[in-house]
């Protein structure tokens, strides 16, 4: 079936920056998008960019343009997302969900586990 | 930005009633809109896409409706399991938006 596997949680000081990994298995990689979202305490749900696995085109949420890099790794089936310059409002819980095409215009299904990134001094 | 706006905030809900959740957009989607579920300390779990059809393995106790702007997902009888919180997500623009969320507890 169907997996995302999400790295563990980090700590973090503030200026520093996180690199957080989803590791997919169960399809074939290159045909689907990858999307990451994040959840802060007691906020919605936000959409931080998407990946497109197949050729490495990436969106961001203009919230998150230039602190935020979405790469791939085909050999690894694994897509990674890096936060740049983080503050304490960054700390939430990060999840990766999969497309259900490559151009990541659809829903998102599965999610990976969450990776809590808490940024504290 | 679609800005995704649901009701109520909070629902609390003998077991095997019927529950009724809200999503509105703020500019028209068409049906490209999805419900997720999402348990305590759980990755949200994808239920409804296309505004109306189940996700594989979901009940059919679960039922989404509506286009355009206005949005509604049914909980036909209310199980202890269904204890989540639920959000609407768009994918018709960029970004991609939810909402806010509705809690569904049990009375």
């Known amino acids: 079936q169907v997996q995302l596997v999400q790295s563990g949680a980090e700590v973090k000081k503030p200026g520093a920056s996180v690199k957080v990994s989803c590791k997919t298995s169960?399809?074939?990689?290159?045909?689907?998008?990858i999307h990451w979202v994040r959840q802060a305490p007691g906020q919605r749900l936000e959409w931080m960019g998407w990946?497109?696995?197949?050729?490495?085109?990436?969106k961001y949420s203009a919230n998150f343009q230039g602190r935020a890099t979405i790469t791939r790794d085909t050999s690894a089936s694994t897509v990674y997302m890096e936060l740049s310059s983080l503050t304490s409002e960054d700390t939430a819980v990060y999840y990766c969900?999969?497309?259900?095409?490559?151009?990541?215009?659809?829903?998102?299904?599965?999610w990976g586990q969450g990776t809590l990134v808490t940024v504290s001094s | 930005e679609v800005v995704m706006t649901q009701s109520p905030a909070t629902l609390s809900v003998s077991p095997g009633e019927r529950v009724t959740l809200s999503c509105r957009a703020s500019?028209?989607?068409?049906?490209?809109l999805a419900w997720y579920q999402q348990r305590p300390g759980q990755a949200p779990r994808l239920l409804i896409y296309?505004?109306?059809t189940r996700a594989t393995g979901i009940p059919a106790r679960f039922s989404g409706s509506g286009s355009g702007t206005e949005f509604t997902l049914t909980i036909s009888s209310l199980q202890s399991e269904d204890c989540a919180v639920y959000y609407c997500?768009?994918?018709?623009?960029?970004?991609?938006?939810f909402g806010q969320g509705t809690k569904v507890e049990i009375k």
């Open positions: 997500q768009q994918y018709n623009n960029w970004p991609r938006t």
């Open positions: 500019q028209s989607i068409s049906t490209n």
């Open positions: 169960g399809y074939t990689f290159t045909n689907y998008a």
């Open positions: 969900a999969k497309d259900q095409t490559i151009n990541g215009n659809r829903w998102f299904d599965p």
């Open positions: 296309g505004a109306s």
């Open positions: 990946i497109n696995a197949g050729n490495g085109y990436t």
